[in-house]
């Protein structure tokens, strides 16, 4: 498979523990686009103490979302850094439909747009499990009890989720099935992306 010269701005979406992180690293190496994890530049704010760290790590902490207005800053800063480059692979973002919007407006300005919306679906049980496995190792807070990984899920389906019907009423919404080996799921979400 080959990379498309043409390709701009993805969006790898799916509940916590899908293998957004895991596929948009291989992805953004094979298709040269820039990664944006939400989650990981609010990790590094954490990590770092700043203000913008200390608010995001109250939300976090719980497994809530960040507030729109603090994740729709972020992100436009994290664009701006990287205006010029190939395209982005968003990871995390959007994940409300204000989010989405913000997204479609930002880049729009730039005489952008989102190409397609990719889902990575898997089982919910499998996730928790991997999940649980992850956070013995990873030192997430969010990974450490079930609890706080059911209430993750919760604020997936009663916020995000609906981002597939955003994006399928733009005929840019692509479900894949995300259970199997990674270089299994790289070669689908890459027959997809092929053919944006
Ligand atoms: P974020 O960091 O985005 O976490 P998440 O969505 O909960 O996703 P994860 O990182 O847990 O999973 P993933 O899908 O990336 O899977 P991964 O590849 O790591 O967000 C964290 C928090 O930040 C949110 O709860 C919220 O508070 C805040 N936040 C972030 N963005 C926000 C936004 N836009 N608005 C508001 N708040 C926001 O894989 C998971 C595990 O599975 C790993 O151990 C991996 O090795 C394993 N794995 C991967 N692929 C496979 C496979 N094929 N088979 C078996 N195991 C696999």
């Not at 996730?127 to 990974?143: A, F, H, I, N, Q």
Request: glycine share 8%; net charge positive.
């Amino acid at each position: 498979l080959t990379a498309n010269p043409k390709l701009k701005n993805i969006v790898l979406f799916g509940p916590p523990g899908v293998g957004k992180g895991t596929q948009a690293k291989l992805l953004k190496e094979k298709y040269n686009l820039v990664h944006i994890s939400t989650g990981d530049v609010f990790r590094h704010h954490i990590k770092n103490k700043t203000k913008l760290g200390k608010l995001a790590q109250w939300y976090m902490d719980k497994g809530n979302l960040v507030p729109d207005e603090v994740t729709i800053k972020m992100l436009k800063a994290e664009v701006e850094k990287n205006i010029g480059s190939n395209g982005f692979i968003f990871d995390g973002f959007p994940r409300t439909e204000l989010q989405a919007r913000a997204l479609d407006k930002f880049l729009a300005e730039k005489g952008e747009i989102v190409n397609g919306m990719v889902a990575l679906e898997v089982p919910e049980n499998i996730l928790v499990e991997r999940l649980l496995e992850r956070g013995k190792t990873s030192g997430r807070p969010d990974d450490q009890d079930e609890a706080k990984i059911r209430n993750r899920f919760n604020e997936y389906s009663t916020k995000t989720e609906i981002l597939k019907d955003y994006y399928q009423a733009q005929n840019k919404y692509f479900g894949i099935n995300g259970v199997g080996t990674i270089h299994e799921i790289t070669l689908r979400l890459s027959k997809i992306i092929d053919n944006l």
